[in-house]
């Protein structure tokens, strides 16, 4: 009995060890685990870090910051004058008037 038991034993551990590769075990699938993970945590930075970093630009975070109350009423002009709202002479008037008053700090 204890013959047919290691004879038993022995075909079941060269099965095991025939299927994986290295021995009963996981064998090469378990590098696939931390490849699997490292994907995951890829893709959903570069989804969501993306919109993170968008949204704090436009809300005045980031390496920019917020804008100081003159540089915003500079954009504001440039950009009615881009749209035609205002022509050149105004312009160049209402950003000297601007660029006047502006704080020397900054």
């Known amino acids: 009995m204890s013959t047919t038991l290691a004879t038993l ?5 060269n099965v095991g060890a025939h299927m994986t590769g290295w021995g ?12 699997f993970w490292i994907l995951v945590f890829a893709v ?3 989804i969501f870090g993306r919109r993170w970093r968008r949204n704090a630009i436009e809300n005045g975070y980031g390496p920019h910051g917020r804008m100081n109350p003159a540089r915003q009423a500079e954009t504001t002009l440039a950009e009615r004058y881009a749209k035609g709202d205002i022509d050149e002479v105004e312009y160049r008037a209402r950003l000297e008037v601007l660029r006047a ?3 020397p700090s900054a």
């Not at 034993?9 to 551990?13: G, I, L, V, Y």
């Not at 009963?24 to 490849?35: A, K």
């Open 44 to 46: 959903i930075f570069g």
């Open 9 to 13: 034993t022995a075909a079941t551990q």
């Open 24 to 35: 009963p075990g996981f064998g090469w699938w378990f590098l696939l685990i931390p490849l």
């Open 101 to 103: 008053n502006a704080s």
